[in-house]
């Protein structure tokens, strides 16, 4: 097993069953991501007997960075993984400090008309580890402390709930990355089910709810994920969520010319979200070679934006980074892939 991939918990109960102290685990979190040691053999205050069986029992083995692109406050990496995939990450400066959006699967089955993730299908989840491998690598590179998590890249997180909950817990220990819970945001298309689960996790994290349409006709078109789990469901689900959480909730609405940014989809989302303890991120799409979807233009998304404002919601517009790169997400894995 990867240690990267092992929650301080399991490596606590890993040190009992050898009947070991279970502070040992703690020595090892402070070694791993504190001193950032690269072996278990330069953990000083561990017996050379246990080192040796740390050794045997766990990997410290990394993916590597293959590409890094850079433009004004981003940066955009991709990771070659063992088995020669390639997952993203992008790296965003902001007022309040650095914050990374990582991938938590090998492409993705949810297949949104207007994703470059979703048009390479899935072929496999991330493991923990890959995923807290991410932070740790730009970290390394860029030599400083990322404050901020969000697992929005690749993938759909809740389609790989037990591992993305394994990261979570990761990186918000305190002895491990320690970037706290309400730095961290899952963004999610909305399987129904696996957000259901996420209610009973008692964390603190941010959710976003990739809803982009106002309507459940709509909505079937763009987001297959739609016919499974229909919007009246979805919605009911948040309201739950948001009560029994006591969690503001994100609503992310791309924003695509002719498609979902009329005045009157402004009203319907409105109508739709009168009452909830939500707002709307307003998300300039970023257009690609190989979909059709066009961006709204920015008077466009200024309408939406005044009428939802109008109608009492909170709306945000979403800062774009990355207009000189391969900023759609997916688009530079797309591109590795191809060749």
Request: charged share 30%; glycine share 6%.
């Amino acid at each position: 097993m990867n240690i990267y991939g092992i929650k301080r918990e399991d490596l606590e109960n890993y040190f009992l069953n050898m009947n070991e102290k279970k502070f040992k685990a703690l020595q090892v979190f402070e070694w791993l991501y504190d001193k950032k040691v690269k072996s278990f053999y330069e953990m000083t205050n561990i017996k050379k007997e246990l080192q040796e069986t740390l050794d045997h029992d766990f990997s410290f083995k990394m993916i590597k960075i293959e590409k890094k692109q850079e433009d004004k406050g981003v940066k955009k990496y991709l990771f070659r993984l063992f088995d020669d995939n390639f997952v993203e990450a992008v790296l965003m400066e902001h007022d309040y400090g650095l914050s990374i959006c990582v991938s938590s699967e090998v492409g993705c089955n949810m297949g949104c008309a207007f994703c470059e993730s979703g048009r390479l299908k899935k072929v496999r989840d991330l493991g923990s580890y890959e995923m807290v491998e991410q932070i740790l690598l730009v970290e390394a590179d860029i030599k400083k402390r990322i404050s901020s998590v969000v697992i929005m890249g690749i993938g759909e997180p809740l389609d790989n709930y037990t591992n993305v909950m394994d990261f979570i817990k990761i990186i918000n220990d305190p002895k491990g990355i320690a970037i706290g819970a309400r730095h961290i945001t899952l963004s999610t298309c909305g399987i129904v089910p696996k957000l259901k689960d996420l209610m009973e996790e008692s964390l603190q994290i941010n959710l976003a709810i990739s809803l982009h349409a106002p309507n459940t006709e709509l909505r079937d078109k763009i987001m297959p994920i739609n016919r499974a789990y229909k919007l009246d469901l979805l919605m009911a689900t948040i309201k739950e969520y948001i009560e029994k959480t006591n969690r503001r909730v994100t609503i992310e609405y791309v924003m695509l010319d002719g498609v979902n940014d009329s005045e009157a989809h402004a009203n319907e989302l409105a109508s739709l979200l009168r009452g909830l303890n939500v707002y709307v991120n307003l998300i300039p799409y970023n257009e690609t070679n190989h979909i059709e979807f066009k961006r709204a233009g920015k008077e466009q998304i200024m309408k939406f934006y005044d009428t939802l404002k109008k109608r009492g919601i909170n709306v945000t517009i979403r800062k774009e980074f990355g207009s000189k790169i391969d900023a759609a997400c997916g688009q530079l894995r797309s591109k590795e892939v191809k060749a």
